[in-house]
């Protein structure tokens, strides 16, 4: 089994001003983690993704996360806030279950910048 | 972006009717899903296919069928619907290729009101 938890459902932050959104996991076997953004009446988008190999990747518009296995962490990170960053964001995890790669998203974070 | 339409964009219907919602991709992707989002809950969901014909439950399959008789269509189907399955509904789709393990592309969404 496997589960995310995010753990603000709401983050207000002052334009920019540097914002972290918190994702913890857990699972029995190896996973893969993704970032996804969700604007206003629109669908998700891929933000980044953890595969293998450096633990710190890189995203679109900016954003980072870094990937601690020792604490089943995947937080999202950006120095400076936009206006245009307001959406709500996605943490999923997705593992091998039986051959088809299980995907568990997180139940979002909304991300409001203040001008 | 990925080419996937879902129709219709909105819809309103009552109590005990039959809805269906189309999900379009042109990408040839074996994967489809179909997800329902709600505040609080984030996505969660409730079918999936892997292939013509072929299709699994999600963790929120009652009171919903589907069918794929075609890579590029999956039907997601409210047999009678009711109030709790208003929702904005999301179709998704993935190709199981080494360097997108788990990652999925979302549809614009389909947002259903069930009076």
């Known amino acids: ?115 | 972006d990925a080419g996937i339409t879902q129709s219709p964009r909105h819809k309103v219907t009552e109590t005990g009717t039959p809805v269906t919602l189309r999900c379009h991709q042109t990408e040839n992707h074996r994967y489809m899903y179909w997800y329902r989002q709600d505040p609080g809950h984030g996505l969660r969901l409730i079918h999936y296919s892997y292939g013509v014909k072929d299709t699994d439950k999600g963790e929120v399959s009652d009171g919903y069928s589907v069918s794929r008789s075609k890579t590029e269509d999956f039907l997601l189907t409210l047999e009678s619907a009711t109030s709790s399955q208003t929702s904005v509904y999301f179709c998704a789709i993935s190709e199981p290729i080494l360097s997108r393990p788990g990652e999925q592309f979302f549809g614009p969404g389909t947002r259903l009101t069930v009076l």
Not at chain 1, 24 to 43: A, C, K
Not at chain 1, 77 to 86: A, L, Y
Not at chain 1, 102 to 114: A, E, N, P, W
């Open chain 1, 1 to 115: 089994a496997q589960s995310v938890t995010q753990l603000d459902s709401q983050v207000p932050v002052f334009e920019e001003a540097p914002v972290e959104l918190r994702c913890n996991y857990s699972s029995s076997v190896s996973v893969y983690l993704f970032w996804y953004v969700q604007y206003p009446n629109q669908g998700l988008q891929l933000l980044l993704k953890y595969l293998s190999g450096s633990t710190l990747v890189k995203g679109i518009n900016g954003f980072e996360a870094e990937f601690n296995k020792s604490q089943t962490s995947f937080h999202l990170r950006k120095p400076s806030v936009h206006i245009s960053d307001t959406a709500e964001y996605f943490c999923a995890v997705s593992a091998n279950s039986g051959g088809y790669q299980k995907v568990t998203f997180g139940i979002g974070t909304k991300l409001q910048v203040i001008p």
